[in-house]
C-alpha cells in the first residue's frame, strides 16, 4: 500500500473512532455479559465505554438486603472502570449498569475463573476426545460457565473481542477445549463452587503470536517481523466489532463470488482435462501455491469394483483446512466447517455405481495452513459392510482454483496479519480480556515451537510475566501442560525431547506447574484424544497449590540430580509421591554414555526414592543419563500415585 493510501486509511480511521466516541451510550465488553462468572472474595474490575464525562452507576446486591451503588465518570478516550469486592461462591445474581442508558446483567454467578489458551491441543473440542458422546452427554452443569473468544487477528491490542457467556451444557459444551472443560469439572466437583473458563486458543500456533509487542521486543529474533508490521500493516477501525468480523465479511464474499457452485464443478459430466495435478494429501503452503487462501475444487475419478454393489460406501478424507463441501457423482455427500475434524461421509448404495464414479471436494481456507491435510492413509473409500475392502485414495488429484484472496479488493488493507505473525493473537484474543478478575491461567502450546527449544525456554517466562504484569493481579498461576510423544518429520532430532526440557525450565518460575502426559501421546497423532487425564492432572496443581489440599500429589517424577558411584549414576527425583515404580516389570528407555559422549541402552533399577543406572558398553560414565530423550518416546516410569515422570537429561552437550 502506498503512503497516500495509508494517509487516506489513517484518516477514515481517525474519523470513525472519533464517531463512534461522540456517538456512544454506554456499553459493556463481550467479557462482562449475563452468565458470566466473577472470581470470588476479589475486587474485580468492571469497566465499558460512555460519552467522554458521562456518569456512570455499577449496583451490585451480592447481598439481598443491600444494595451497593459505584459511581465513575468516563474518560476523554469515553472509558470507564469501577472496582467491585466479590464475596464467597454463590448466585444467581444481577448487576445494573447505567448511565445515558441501563443496562441490566442477569444470572452471574461468583466462584472461581480461569482462562485457557494455546494451540490445538487446547483448542480440541470435547466433542472429540475419547468417549466423547459420553462425556458430552454428562455435561450438565449449570454452575459451569463457558466464555469462548472467536478467533481473531490485530495489529495492535483490541479493547474488546466476540464471544458469549454460556452455560455448560451436553449441547454448549462440544465445542469447547476438552482440557478447560475437564479442569472446570475437577475443580467445580472438589469445591462444589462455581467455575468459569474463559477459551482463548487457534491450532498451530506459535507461542510469539500470544506475546505482546512489549515482551519480544527483548528478542533480537522478533526485530524483523515486528518491524515488518510497522512499515506494512493498516489498522481497520474497532467501535463495536473486532476485526474478525471484516473477515467473515470477506468468507462470505468469497462464498459468493465462487465459479465452481454455478458452474456445477462437482457434475459427473464436468470435463476437467485442463485441470492441473496436486499430490494429496498436502498443504497449500508447502506446494507451488506457495502462501494461498481461498477455494480450490479436488476432484479424483474412483474404480468401483463389481463386488461392491448394492453397498453403502464410506469415504474418509481426514482433516481439511478450513471448511469444505463433498459430492460424490454430483451428489452431495456432507460438508464440514472444523479444520480439526476428519471427514467420514456415508455415500448410499443407490449413488454408487460399478467402474468409474467422481468424487469433487470443494475446500475453503481462510489463512494458515490450507488443503486436505491429513495423513495418506487417512485418505479411503470402503463398503460399510465389506471389512477389509478399501481404495486407498491419497496419490494424484486434478485441481483448479477457483478464488483467491487477492482477488477481493482491499485484500491487503483488512488482512495485514496472520495467526502466525508475532503479537497477532496476543492483540486480538488476550488484550481484551485484561483485566477481568481471574484466578490464574491454563496452557497447552508448543508443538508449534519445536525447533527452538532455546528461544522457547526464555519466551515463555517473559509472556508470562507480561501477562501478569498487565493484568495487574500479582504473580497469578500458570499451569501448562508438556507436549506429547510425537513421531516428528526427523526422528534423529529430538526437538520436541528438547522442547519438554525447556518447558520443565519454566517449573522454576513462580507459582508455575507442568502437567506431564508422556503416557498419554500418541506417536501417529500430534492430537491425542485423552484429555481427561490432562485436565485432571493441571487440576491437580491448582486443588494443591491454590485450593489447599496439602496432601495431594500433583506432579509425577521430576529429575532432581544425580550422583556418579563408580560405574553407575543414581538419580535424584521430586515429586516421588509414595514411591517409584514402572508400569511392566523394568524401566524402559534409559541410556547412558561414557566419554565419547555416545548412548547405549541402560539398566535401570529403583533403589528406595532414587534410580540406579549402568550400563554394560559403559565403565566410566561421565555424568550423561537420558530417559526418554526423543520425540516418541512413551516410557514407563511413574509414581505410586499413577502420575508419569517426564523426560529428561543429565548432560547439556548439544
Not at 63 to 79: F, I, K, L, N, Y
Not at 383 to 409: H, N
Not at 482 to 501: G, K, T
Amino acid at each position: 500500500m502506498n503512503s497516500q493510501s495509508k494517509q487516506l486509511w489513517t484518516a477514515l480511521i481517525s474519523g470513525w473512532i472519533l464517531i463512534g466516541c461522540v456517538a456512544a451510550e454506554v456499553r459493556l465488553p463481550s467479557i462482562i455479559a449475563d452468565n458470566m462468572v466473577l472470581q470470588q472474595q476479589s475486587e474485580v474490575p468492571i469497566w465499558g465505554w460512555a460519552r467522554p464525562g458521562e456518569r456512570v452507576t455499577v449496583t451490585e446486591a451480592w447481598d439481598p438486603a443491600v444494595s451497593v451503588e459505584r459511581t465513575v465518570t468516563a474518560g476523554r478516550d469515553g472509558r470507564w472502570m469501577i472496582r467491585l469486592k466479590t464475596p464467597g461462591p454463590g448466585g444467581p445474581y444481577t448487576l445494573t449498569i447505567k448511565g445515558d442508558k441501563e443496562i441490566t446483567l442477569n444470572n452471574i454467578l461468583i466462584g472461581e475463573v480461569w482462562f485457557c489458551s494455546g494451540q490445538s491441543n487446547m483448542e480440541w473440542p470435547t466433542i472429540r476426545v475419547d468417549d466423547a458422546q459420553a462425556e458430552c452427554a454428562a455435561a450438565d452443569y449449570p454452575q459451569i460457565r463457558l466464555f469462548m473468544v472467536e478467533k481473531a487477528t490485530a495489529v495492535t491490542p483490541r479493547q474488546n473481542c466476540t464471544g458469549t457467556w454460556k452455560i455448560c451444557s451436553p449441547d454448549t459444551v462440544q465445542g469447547f477445549s476438552g482440557v478447560g472443560y475437564f479442569f472446570a469439572r475437577r475443580i467445580h466437583r472438589e469445591l462444589d463452587v462455581p467455575v468459569g473458563m474463559i477459551g482463548t486458543y487457534w491450532g498451530g500456533t506459535p507461542a510469539e503470536a500470544w506475546t505482546s509487542r512489549q515482551a519480544l521486543e527483548d528478542f533480537s529474533e522478533f526485530e524483523q517481523a515486528l518491524r515488518k508490521l510497522d512499515e506494512e500493516a493498516v489498522e481497520i477501525p474497532q467501535v463495536d466489532e473486532p476485526i474478525w468480523k471484516t473477515t467473515q465479511d470477506w468468507n462470505q464474499q468469497i462464498v459468493q463470488a465462487d465459479p465452481g457452485i454455478p458452474g456445477r464443478w462437482y457434475r459427473q459430466d464436468l470435463d476437467d482435462s485442463d485441470w492441473d495435478r496436486m499430490p494429496v494429501p498436502l498443504l497449500w503452503e508447502n506446494s507451488d501455491l506457495g502462501d494461498f487462501d481461498g477455494i480450490i475444487w479436488y476432484r479424483k475419478d474412483i474404480e468401483i469394483p463389481a463386488d461392491w454393489a448394492g453397498s453403502d460406501l464410506v469415504v474418509e478424507l481426514g482433516p481439511i483446512d478450513d471448511a469444505d463441501i463433498t459430492w460424490f457423482n454430483g451428489k452431495k455427500i456432507g460438508q464440514t466447517e472444523d479444520y480439526q475434524v476428519d471427514r467420514k461421509y456415508t455415500i448410499p448404495a443407490e449413488q454408487v455405481r460399478i467402474g468409474t464414479n467422481r468424487l469433487a471436494v470443494r475446500v475453503l481456507d481462510t489463512g494458515g495452513g490450507g488443503g486436505l491435510w491429513g495423513k495418506p492413509e487417512q485418505l479411503k473409500i470402503y463398503p460399510e459392510d465389506r471389512y477389509g475392502k478399501m481404495i486407498a485414495l491419497a496419490g494424484g488429484w486434478k485441481y483448479k482454483i477457483a478464488l483467491s484472496y487477492r482477488d477481493l479488493p482491499g485484500y491487503r488493507a483488512y488482512k495485514p496479519v496472520s495467526q502466525y505473525t508475532p503479537t497477532a493473537l496476543y492483540n486480538a484474543m488476550i488484550a481484551p480480556l485484561i483485566p477481568y478478575g481471574i484466578r490464574g491461567a491454563l496452557w497447552y502450546q508448543g508443538e508449534s515451537n519445536c525447533g527452538r527449544h532455546d528461544q522457547y525456554k526464555r519466551l515463555i517466562p517473559a509472556m508470562v510475566q507480561d501477562w501478569r504484569d498487565r493484568w495487574g493481579r500479582g504473580d497469578f498461576p500458570f499451569y501448562y501442560v508438556q507436549i506429547a510423544p510425537y513421531n516428528y518429520s526427523n526422528p534423529d532430532d529430538p526437538m520436541s525431547a528438547l522442547l519438554r526440557e525447556a518447558q520443565m525450565h519454566t517449573l522454576s518460575f513462580k507459582n508455575s506447574g507442568m502437567a506431564v502426559t508422556m503416557d498419554i501421546g500418541d506417536p501417529k497423532d500430534i492430537h491425542p484424544r485423552n484429555k481427561q487425564d490432562v485436565g485432571n492432572r493441571l487440576a491437580l496443581w491448582a486443588l494443591a497449590k491454590d485450593y489447599g489440599q496439602k496432601d495431594l500429589v500433583y506432579s509425577g517424577p521430576l529429575y532432581k540430580e544425580m550422583k556418579i558411584e563408580g560405574d553407575k549414576i543414581r538419580l535424584f527425583f521430586d515429586h516421588v509421591g509414595s514411591g517409584l515404580m514402572a508400569k511392566g516389570e523394568n524401566l524402559t528407555h534409559f541410556t547412558i554414555a561414557g566419554e565419547d559422549r555416545k548412548f547405549v541402552p541402560a539398566e535401570a533399577v529403583i533403589d528406595g526414592d532414587t534410580i540406579v543406572v549402568s550400563g554394560d558398553a559403559v565403565s566410566k560414565p561421565v555424568a550423561a543419563v537420558r530417559y526418554a530423550f526423543t520425540n516418541a518416546a512413551q516410557p514407563n516410569l511413574f509414581n505410586k500415585e499413577g502420575l508419569p515422570a517426564s523426560s529428561f537429561r543429565t548432560d547439556t552437550w548439544k
